[in-house]
Every structure is written in C-alpha cells, then in structure tokens.
T-cell receptor, first 112, second 114 residues
C-alpha cells in the first residue's frame, strides 16, 4: 500500500493564480481531510469529507474549495491564490469509527 | 470550545536524558488524545493515542503518555533520549463533532544534544 500520497510536493504561485492539490489514498478509508500547517499554529482543518460525494467546512475554509468525486481522491482547490495561503498542506484519511488519521507527506506552497 | 496547549515551543535535552513534552487540553466530552511526530520535511506519524481504558499509553520508539483527567493533561515522556528523536511533536484532541477530526496544539520542537 502506498498509503496517502500528495501531488505536487512543492509549488510556487503568483497572487491570483489558481491550482489544485491532489490527495490519493489506497486504504479504502471513508474519511479524508485537508489541513494546513503554519509556524507556531500547529495544523488547522480546512475541509473534510466523510464519504464519496460529500464535503464539509473545517476551521479555516475561506479561499479554498474541495471535491471528492471518487472515494480514493480528495482535491483541494485555490481559485485565486493569496500570499496568506503560503503554507504546508497535509492531506489525511481515516476509516469509519475511531480510526487515527494517517497523513500524507505534504505539499509546500509558496504564493508570491 | 476544545483546545490543546503545548507548553514550550522548543525543548532541548541531552542524549540519554529524560524527555518530557507537556500537553494540556480542554474538552466538553471524554476526549480521544493523540501524539504525532513530524521529522523534517515529512508528514505526521502517529506515536500513540488514548481512547478509553488504561491511562498509561505506550507508543512507538519508546514513548509513552499518561492521561490525567483531573489535570486535563496528556504529557509525553521517554526515559532516555536518542539523537534520532529530534523532531517536532504535536498533541491533538478529537473534535467533539466526530468523524475523527483533530484539533492540534502548536507543536513542540525537540532538540537532542550529544
């Protein structure tokens, strides 16, 4: 099993550009999440999904959109990137019930 | 509202010394508690978690944590630090809204000196 994979690993954007981050998991997990990590703030939940075709807002959803058209994939979109979205983005997944989220390797995004 | 406070953003210990990383939480419901470790330029790896039952939880790499309800604490310890333990450590509490969502502390960076 590859676990949780994220694409790309690193990206530089200019303010106003758009991009999509891809997360894939091969463990048949029901739940998937997008977090952002900023220095001194730990990880904060952006959006999450509890099953194929579902999405919900987390703590810091503004400026992001998500989609989960297939159970194994969870996409995070930035429609118009802003410097405040410079961060490291982590995807995670877990199974239904009390499973511990398993994290991907992260995507480092720099918005100039 | 639920929250996690990690005391000390940076902790430095000598190799072979005791490691103690502090975590306090607030939760309106019985919490599930977690410790994750992040090595440089990597994702988060689960060290250990507490759900119910025994309050002393053993994890990987010789780490353990004790859930103390009266103190709302879940401190992480390791009897003897190794150079390879240098990393950032995150304490987290399960969100009362369910779905295994986590609320994280700000993290503690552990340095281990020879």
């Amino acid at each position: 099993n590859a676990g949780v994979t994220q694409t790309p690993k690193f990206r530089v954007l200019k303010t106003g550009q758009s991009m999509t981050l891809l997360c894939a998991q091969d463990m048949n997990h029901e739940y998937m999440y997008w977090y952002r990590q900023d220095p001194g703030m730990g990880l904060r939940l952006i959006h999450y999904s509890v099953g194929e075709g579902t999405t919900a807002k987390g703590e810091v959803p503004d400026g992001y959109n998500v989609s989960r058209l297939k159970k194994q994939n969870f996409l995070l979109g930035l429609e118009s990137a802003a410097p405040s979205q410079t961060s490291v983005y982590f995807c995670a997944s877990s199974y239904f019930g009390g499973g511990s989220p398993l994290f991907g390797p992260g995507t480092r995004l720099l918005v100039l | 509202a639920q929250s996690v406070t990690q005391l000390g953003s940076h902790v430095s210990v000598s190799e072979g010394a005791l490691v103690l990383l502090r975590c306090n939480y607030s939760s309106s419901v019985p919490p599930y508690l977690f410790w994750y470790v992040q090595y440089p330029n990597q994702g988060l790896q689960l060290l250990l978690k507490y759900t119910t039952g025994a309050t002393l939880v053993k994890g990987i790499n010789g780490f353990e944590a004790e859930f103390k309800k009266s103190e709302t604490s879940f401190h992480l310890t390791k009897p003897s630090a190794h150079m390879s333990d240098a990393a950032e450590y995150f304490c987290a509490v399960s969100d009362s809204g369910g779905y295994n969502k986590l609320i994280f502390g700000a993290g503690t960076r552990l340095a281990v000196h020879p």
